[in-house]
């Protein structure tokens, strides 16, 4: 390899170094190896070594390795610092991107080096990488103490989107919002890649008002509702109760995606009108010609077991296990037809159900069933579901209560205070969000 590397440079008489960066980069794709990387690009007569470690350290980080959790260009970055080539601005965009990616948890020395280096918080470009990186790791606070240092001027919509997606993606919706609402104030004009982030934190948290502000924003902007704006639209009229506003979000859209359907029949599903979701799956299918996916026909069943609609239910069920539309029943089909079955009185084939299918019953599908014998007066089958809780989340302190309190309405006192002691001295404190009394939060899990 050297010889010829050598013979190359002589031969080409380029002036231009991207030229023979080209073989290094080259070599570590093949060699999957950090020393003849590190050794070849010491042969190359570089006035300044950052051109090729740059356009190097891009590639390696945008390869894709064997091992999805190799850390390559990382390592590959420290030891050219050992061998004293100092990196420059465009060297940490490419390699906080790589990291970001890997979801790298151990952010803090490469900001500590960045510090020293002076990168940031005055370089946009690399503060935004890291504070990237912190949001990808879940280090949300490192990454608003971070944010909140850049200047004002440097705080782009880049900058602003990723720390709202950012906060969305770790559950903290409302913060998501916060945060957009400060992008307002500062104000940065959103695109659409802000909106549809923060639609889905109004999602989330049924925030119907802010949602309908942003609708009203891209109606005033004169925006086209692509297939991924309105999808986010509609989703958000219908976790918010509006499905009716979704409905003429759907309508309005030139083009529409399997998402788009499932937001529509979810929608529906939640507000209970199973018919209608049917009707839309039946139109989607038959009529526009769209094939449904897994999720479409969770939301059919969900649709089904909110209005009651044991035997349509029941038929799509035995249309997704006959493999009609291209995949098999998963657990969440099968956790849909238990809340169904449970809902409607049916205990026994519910059972039946849990016992035959090829996964094994998760906590909500134990606790569905579990809500379904209680709203109908079942003790016998009420205990087996609760202990199966037990069994599944044997720390859990409100499946023990459950147990409990179904012990005292059975008159089985000695059982029930037996229980109530074993909490006590396990130390367990019940989780006062965790109930089973209906099953209409626990269905929500499966969509």
């Known amino acids: 390899m050297r010889p010829q590397l050598l013979k190359t440079n002589k031969t ?15 070599s570590v794709l093949s060699l999957h190896s950090l020393s003849p990387a590190i050794r070849l690009f010491s042969l190359l007569p570089f006035p300044s070594p950052l051109l090729p470690f740059n356009s190097l350290l891009r590639s390696v980080s945008h390869f894709r390795f064997s091992n999805p959790n190799s850390l390559f260009p990382l390592f590959f970055f420290l030891q050219l610092l050992r061998n004293g080539i100092s ?49 990808s790791s879940n280090h949300l606070p490192s990454a608003l103490h971070l944010f909140d240092e850049i200047p004002r001027i440097n705080k782009n919509l880049f900058l602003w989107t990723s720390l709202i997606a950012s906060h969305n993606n770790a559950g903290l919706h409302a913060q998501a919002l916060l945060v ?88 529906l599903a ?9 009707e839309w799956f039946f139109r989607m299918v038959e009529v526009e010609g769209v094939d449904p996916d897994e999720v479409t026909l969770v939301e059919v069943l969900r649709a089904c077991s909110y209005s009651g609609l044991v035997e349509i239910g029941r038929k799509m069920f035995e249309s997704i296990c006959d493999g009609r539309y291209g995949f098999r029943a998963g657990i969440k089909h099968y956790g849909c037809m238990v809340d169904l079955l449970g809902r409607a009185g049916l205990l026994d084939e519910a059972m039946e159900l849990i016992e035959m299918m090829p996964f094994e019953p998760t906590v909500v599908i134990w606790g569905s069933f579990l809500g379904g014998c209680r709203a109908h007066g079942n003790m016998r089958l009420s205990e087996i579901a ?12 409100a499946h023990y209560v459950v147990l409990s309190n179904l012990y005292r309405e059975m008159g089985r006192w000695r059982d029930a205070e037996e229980l109530r002691r074993l909490i006590k001295e396990r130390g367990m404190r019940k989780d006062a969000g965790f109930s089973f009394t209906g099953a209409d939060d626990a269905l929500e899990t499966f969509g």
């Open 180 to 267: 957009f609402e400060r992008m307002q104030y500062s104000g940065i004009r959103p695109n659409r890649v802000t909106m549809i982030c923060s639609l889905a934190a109004c999602s989330a948290l049924g925030a119907l008002d802010m949602g309908v502000w942003i609708h009203g924003f891209v109606k005033r902007s004169k925006w086209e509702v692509d297939v991924v704006l309105g999808t986010a639209l509609i989703d958000m009229y219908g976790k918010c109760g509006r499905i009716d506003e979704g409905v003429c979000v759907f309508e309005s859209m030139k083009e529409r995606n399997v998402y788009t359907w499932n937001a529509v029949i979810g929608g």
């Open 270 to 278: 939640r507000a209970k009108s199973g018919e209608k979701a049917v």
């Open 12 to 26: 080409t008489n380029n002036p231009n170094p991207l030229i023979s960066s080209s073989f290094i980069i080259t």
């Open 386 to 397: 609760a202990k199966r809780l037990i069994e599944k989340e044997p720390e859990n302190a």
């Open 87 to 135: 990196p420059n601005r465009h060297t940490f965009p490419p390699l906080l991107s790589f990291l970001s990616h890997r979801r790298y948890p151990f952010p803090a020395p490469l900001h500590s080096f960045l510090l020293k280096s002076s990168f940031i918080p005055s370089d946009p470009h690399v503060s935004s990488s890291l504070l990237y990186l912190y949001a």
